[in-house]
């Protein structure tokens, strides 16, 4: 008797009202995501109203911008590849003539390496060009060098010193190609500013307040997203467990969305298949975003130790290089 008074009192209808609310209110989210998904795959040519704007000539130039390394990678590894198959007819010898001038001038790109260091560290420096301009610069110089020396020695090893000198300069310009991968992972691009985990992190909690609101029907998903994220951005002890944790994280997070598609499945069996396969399609989609983003501030973290431990050994490797260098270059005219 007490039980059915409890059901019926108006505390309890209020109560009951409130969750038909809020349910209401979670379907027409996940309805307007849905909306919003079906309008984006719409290939009509006006998407809500907007017109398709034509290609301006800055857009090209960006993109040709952003073309540049790689044609100048592919263009340095065809002129190695055509010096390596040529070197049996000796065109260049390193004592005299145009090989003896290739090696003077790598030389000196090698050792203008060092304008961009001072650039950073001493302001009597920094009043002449932008530090992009200087940036490019070495790595501009840092490429060329190291082939002209190569022709210079004919791709082939020499005397002793030769050699050391040779297998410095190899080791260092491996280095800075190691050294421009890690900058990009740590910064807006080859030449902008660097990520700020303050920024990494906002995104990140943006997207935990949309999936909060998403996945309110769906709080199998919602728990393993967020223990995924609360286990893998716990502080980790040193270089090693950072490097593990990110390769762990990129495969359970391959893992997890396989697990997601399957649990938005199992509870909407009494839907469509159509109906099914587009909410799962909505929240594999928000969810991958979200796993993204969490990478990436887990792979930040990590390649940030790895640049400070890159700057501490590249700059060592290089003075190597100059006294290797300059113990060749004194054996060669005075011995």
Same mark, same amino acid.
């Given at each position: 008797?007490? #039980?059915?008074? %409890?059901?019926?009192?108006?505390?309890?209808?209020?109560?009951?009202? %409130?969750?038909?609310?809020?349910?209401?209110? *979670?379907?027409?989210?996940?309805?307007?995501?849905?909306?919003?998904?079906?309008?984006?795959?719409? #290939?009509?040519?006006?998407?809500?109203? *907007?017109?398709? *704007?034509? &290609?301006?000539?800055?857009?090209?130039?960006?993109?040709? /911008?952003?073309?540049?390394?790689?044609?100048?990678?592919?263009?340095?590894?065809?002129?190695?590849? &055509?010096?390596?198959?040529?070197?049996?007819?000796?065109?260049?010898?390193?004592?005299?003539?145009?090989?003896?001038?290739?090696?003077?001038?790598?030389?000196?790109?090698?050792?203008?390496?060092?304008?961009?260091?001072?650039?950073?560290?001493?302001?009597?420096?920094?009043?002449?060009?932008?530090?992009?301009?200087?940036?490019?610069?070495?790595?501009?110089?840092?490429?060329?060098?190291?082939?002209?020396?190569?022709?210079?020695?004919?791709?082939?090893?020499?005397?002793? %010193?030769?050699? +050391?000198?040779?297998?410095?300069?190899?080791?260092?310009?491996?280095?800075?190609?190691?050294?421009?991968?890690?900058?990009?992972?740590?910064?807006?691009?080859?030449?902008?500013? *660097?990520? $700020?985990?303050?920024?990494?992190?906002?995104?990140?909690?943006?997207?935990?307040?949309?999936?909060?609101?998403?996945?309110?029907?769906?709080?199998?998903?919602?728990?393993?997203?967020?223990?995924? +994220?609360?286990?893998?951005?716990?502080?980790?002890?040193?270089?090693?467990?950072? /490097?593990?944790?990110?390769?762990?994280?990129?495969?359970?997070?391959?893992?997890?969305?396989? #697990?997601?598609?399957?649990?938005?499945?199992?509870?909407?069996?009494?839907?469509?298949?159509? $109906? &099914?396969?587009?909410? &799962?399609?909505?929240?594999?989609?928000?969810?991958?975003?979200?796993?993204?983003?969490?990478?990436?501030?887990?792979?930040?973290?990590?390649?940030?130790?790895?640049?400070?431990?890159?700057?501490?050994?590249?700059?060592?490797?290089?003075?190597?290089? +100059?006294?290797?260098?300059?113990?060749?270059?004194?054996?060669?005219?005075?011995?």
């Amino acid at each position: 008797m007490l #039980k059915n008074q %409890n059901t019926t009192s108006p505390e309890y209808e209020a109560l009951k009202r %409130n969750k038909e609310k809020q349910r209401q209110a *979670k379907d027409i989210l996940l309805t307007e995501k849905l909306q919003v998904q079906k309008a984006r795959e719409e #290939k009509e040519p006006n998407h809500f109203g *907007k017109k398709e *704007k034509p &290609v301006t000539p800055f857009q090209l130039s960006d993109f040709l /911008w952003k073309c540049c390394p790689y044609v100048f990678g592919l263009l340095t590894l065809f002129a190695i590849f &055509v010096g390596f198959r040529l070197r049996k007819f000796e065109y260049f010898t390193a004592e005299e003539g145009t090989g003896y001038a290739l090696g003077i001038i790598g030389g000196s790109m090698m050792l203008a390496l060092l304008l961009y260091p001072l650039r950073k560290r001493f302001r009597i420096f920094r009043l002449i060009g932008n530090v992009r301009v200087w940036f490019a610069i070495h790595m501009i110089l840092g490429v060329l060098g190291p082939v002209l020396i190569l022709y210079h020695s004919n791709f082939s090893l020499g005397s002793t %010193n030769s050699n +050391v000198a040779l297998f410095s300069m190899l080791i260092v310009s491996a280095s800075g190609v190691i050294g421009r991968y890690i900058y990009t992972k740590i910064h807006h691009g080859l030449y902008g500013k *660097k990520i $700020e985990v303050a920024q990494l992190k906002e995104r990140l909690q943006s997207d935990q307040q949309e999936l909060t609101a998403l996945l309110q029907l769906y709080p199998e998903v919602k728990k393993e997203l967020f223990s995924f +994220v609360e286990h893998f951005l716990t502080p980790t002890k040193g270089l090693f467990h950072s /490097w593990e944790r990110v390769m762990s994280a990129g495969i359970r997070s391959r893992l997890l969305i396989r #697990k997601i598609k399957k649990l938005v499945r199992a509870n909407n069996k009494d839907q469509s298949r159509k $109906e &099914v396969r587009t909410k &799962v399609k909505v929240i594999v989609r928000e969810s991958s975003y979200f796993l993204h983003h969490t990478r990436k501030l887990i792979e930040f973290g990590f390649y940030e130790r790895m640049f400070a431990l890159w700057h501490v050994l590249h700059l060592p490797l290089f003075f190597m290089l +100059v006294i290797a260098a300059i113990v060749h270059v004194a054996a060669v005219h005075w011995y």
